[in-house]
């Protein structure tokens, strides 16, 4: 299983990012209908991405905000607070 976010849209490209870092250009016209800036879609075959067969994960995103925000929290409890020094 693979997974890709929806980065940003350039005209009728859809810029995505994999989970390894990658980043691909997608015709939106090649997108599930609904596909949005941060929609997160699932490809179940493994190779070449089909995107035709792309589907849109709405858990995976919920999940990997609910991370992020975990993350954040933890971040902002170790900040002393005060400016920086330099």
Do not use: C
Request: charge should be negative.
């Amino acid at each position: 299983m693979a997974y890709y976010v929806i980065d940003r849209f350039e005209g009728r490209v859809a810029v995505l990012v994999g989970d390894h870092g990658e980043a691909l250009e997608v015709p939106r016209t090649d997108l599930p209908k609904g596909s949005r800036e941060g929609t997160v879609l699932r490809l179940d075959a493994p190779g070449t991405p089909d995107w035709s067969r792309a589907v849109i994960d709405e858990a995976e995103r919920a999940r990997r905000l609910d991370q992020a925000r975990e993350t954040l929290r933890r971040l902002s409890e170790s900040d002393p607070g005060g400016n920086v020094e330099l």
